[in-house]
């Protein structure tokens, strides 16, 4: 008794196979998906934490501002970093003896919640004034250019003067009233310090001036201390997008569209996604095939029977029957197999002593037009090639 071969004995794969490496693949490309979502999760962190690395006064960063937030500790002073408004505000209002407020630009909050968070700071250093900020605390200042050149302080306010002198970067047009130090050729200031409202202001380019990689060069440190250090408490906020206050006006893709606009889209790619379905199933699996493949004449002849009988088409389904018809009585008559099809209808209409037109008719002329007349040229080209057999090899059918 011999045992039954395993398909791993045979070498052929089953079923399984195909069915495991369909999972496989599928698996692969979850994980796949997965892997570019982490990495774009990961791209967009790297990218959040680089931005907040600007300014960010706990930052030790180049663009940081942790150095000059040390070096006011050292002095005595407290810096509390305030990353909502919420808490900004909490600190501003529970300072007793004086606060400074660090105001970098700020474009999540509106001009009345700018208004009411720096309503309680004694002074308010703007570190990275835009068009904005400058009208809101320093009215009739504007944005005047960049200098990136050293530059004296030459102007009346005392902490700039002690600081000697600095690269101011970005410079301002200084409006009515607003002492300018740092002055360009053209009249810009790198440095602008006004008197409003019973608090000072001050307004300088913090990037150029106050961050990490720079707070050593020239006279910066020293501006930095005697702009921030007027107050025993200092305020740093660093505003995050989502302490925002502005309501969101931009209408969205929808609401610019009419209402039938959204449920068509729906609709269509749900029958989209039911189509690709629907095809999927009736296709079904690609089957590897090796090149090139050999077609049986059965299976051809079947295949075109079938596209025949589906369009409906009896004169190619008659035209295929004659063709095999000839070829065959071709041999009977002694033909070659390149004689012309009007030769071999003569031949046989001669060697049954026939009319030629009737048997040309039957073999080239008859159309059929549907089933019934294709039923009846077939039943004719039987009788007609069993005739002509009988005529050329008559002791066949004798007894």
Do not use: K
Not at 213 to 235: C, F, K, S, T
């Amino acid at each position: 008794m011999t045992a039954a071969a395993s398909p791993t004995d045979t070498g052929v794969a089953g079923p399984a196979a195909p069915r495991r490496r369909r999972v496989g693949g599928w698996i692969v490309l979850a994980v796949a998906l997965l892997v570019v979502g982490a990495v774009g999760a990961l791209l967009s962190g790297l990218g959040e934490w680089a931005q907040r690395d600007a300014l960010d006064a706990e930052s030790a960063g180049p663009t940081g501002t942790r150095a000059l937030v040390e070096v006011l500790r050292d002095q005595g002073v407290a810096v509390e970093v305030a990353r909502t408004r919420a808490d900004a505000t909490r600190a501003l209002d529970g300072a007793a003896d004086g606060v400074t407020l660090v105001l970098p630009d700020t474009p999540a909050l509106s001009d009345d919640g700018l208004a009411d968070l720096a309503a309680p700071a004694d002074d308010i250093v703007l570190i990275e004034p835009r068009s904005r900020t400058l009208r809101l605390f320093l009215p009739g200042t504007t944005v005047g250019g960049r200098a990136d050149t050293l530059l004296d302080p030459q102007c009346g306010v005392a902490g700039a003067e002690r600081s000697g002198p600095v690269a101011p970067g970005a410079v301002f047009e200084a409006g009515d009233g607003a002492e300018a130090c740092y002055l360009t050729g053209d009249g810009a200031a790198g440095l602008i310090v006004a008197e409003l409202d019973g608090r000072r202001v001050a307004a300088l380019d913090g990037a150029a001036v106050l961050v990490n990689e720079v707070l050593a060069q020239d006279g910066n440190a020293a501006l930095g201390i005697n702009l921030l250090a007027r107050h025993p408490l200092v305020v740093w906020y660093d505003p995050m997008l989502g302490d925002t206050d502005l309501d969101n006006t931009d209408p969205s893709l929808g609401e610019s569209t009419p209402r039938w606009v959204s449920p068509a889209i729906a609709l269509l790619l749900l029958a989209a996604a039911a189509a690709a379905i629907w095809r999927g199933r009736r296709f079904g699996p690609l089957v590897r095939e090796r090149l090139p493949v050999t077609v049986r004449a059965a299976e051809t002849a079947e295949g075109r029977a079938r596209l025949y009988a589906q369009t409906r088409d009896a004169a190619h389904a008659a035209d295929d029957l004659r063709i095999a018809a000839l070829r065959r009585m071709a041999r009977l008559v002694g033909l070659g197999p390149n004689a012309a099809a009007d030769e071999i209808s003569d031949a046989t209409a001669d060697r049954l002593s026939a009319d030629r037109r009737v048997v040309r008719g039957i073999l080239l002329d008859d159309v059929p037009t549907d089933d019934a007349q294709l039923a009846v040229v077939a039943a004719r080209l039987r009788e007609l090639e069993a005739a002509l057999r009988d005529a050329v090899r008559p002791e066949r059918n004798r007894p």
